[in-house]
């Protein structure tokens, strides 16, 4: 609970906040503008000796308010998303590594806390969406073929809890003792070390064989892929067509 009024509500109240200030100075510089128009200040541009204006006339031209052009921009909504701060995706991303962690490596001395991280992940869908449509500002969209970095970390995180998990199986528990009672600490061992190799060797298998999209994905992507291929081909038949004409 905490964590989520640190990361959506407080910010969403710093954002009003930021907002009602903002609409606020607009409508003191709009009854500004107005007061300045029914005083009828209207600064003259005649001539004076030496070539140089008035003092009392630069006084008034510095004195006046915002034109009506830059009222109407400061109340539109791009200047309201443009206050609010960029999305950093880092955190949310250490964020589930550090969750992932936990429930990998300890999920033996814990078995309940898969359970209690997929509730948390359905609450944490809903309000990081609507941290991303209120709090944070449109991200930009840009093309990449996976999470980066990350996808390497997780890959090392499985390996490691594949040995952690392991290690608590046949050093911290009465388990091991109790499917095989009758093994010296040696033996312990070298059994662990086997168990760990197939364990990893499953892993390999199901990363190596099992595709990272579905098939109706994939699908899909070679589907748009052609349609925009015969789309450029009719624009790029259609301009030789209009160059024969001409």
């Known amino acids: 609970m905490q964590k989520h009024f640190k990361e959506v509500l407080w910010p969403c109240v710093k954002n009003k906040i930021k907002t009602w200030c903002a609409k ?13 128009q029914q005083e009828n200040v209207t600064p003259t541009t005649e001539s004076v000796p030496n070539g140089k204006k008035d003092t009392a006339t630069d006084k008034k031209e510095s004195q006046q308010p915002l034109s009506e052009r830059r009222l109407r921009q400061a109340e539109e909504e ?18 589930m590594m550090v969750q992932y962690g936990y429930v990998t490596f300890f999920s033996m001395a814990f078995p309940l806390a898969p359970g209690l991280a997929l509730l948390n992940n359905v609450v944490e869908i809903r309000s990081d969406a609507f941290k991303l449509c209120n709090n944070t500002r449109r991200p930009v969209a840009r093309k990449a073929a996976g999470i980066g970095v990350w996808f390497r970390t997780l890959q090392l995180m499985s390996v490691l809890a594949v040995v952690t998990n392991l290690a608590h199986i046949g050093f911290s528990s009465d388990q091991f003792s109790r499917y095989f009672p009758n093994v010296t600490h040696a033996e312990k061992v070298v059994i662990i070390f086997g168990f760990e190799h197939c364990v990893l060797m499953v892993q390999w298998v199901v990363m190596t064989f ?9 699908n899909s992507i070679r589907r748009e892929k052609h349609l925009s291929k015969e789309r450029l081909h009719n624009q790029f038949a259609m301009e030789l067509q209009q160059e024969k004409k001409n």
Do not use: Q
Not at 24 to 36: I, L
Not at 78 to 95: G, K, Q, S, V
Not at 210 to 218: I, L, Y
């Open 24 to 36: 606020r100075a607009v409508r003191k510089a709009e009854k500004k503008r107005e007061r300045w």
């Open 78 to 95: 791009a200047w309201t998303e443009a206050r609010m701060p960029i999305y950093n995706t880092f955190n949310d991303y250490a964020e």
């Open 210 to 218: 099992v595709p990272d999209a579905p098939f109706w994905v994939r």
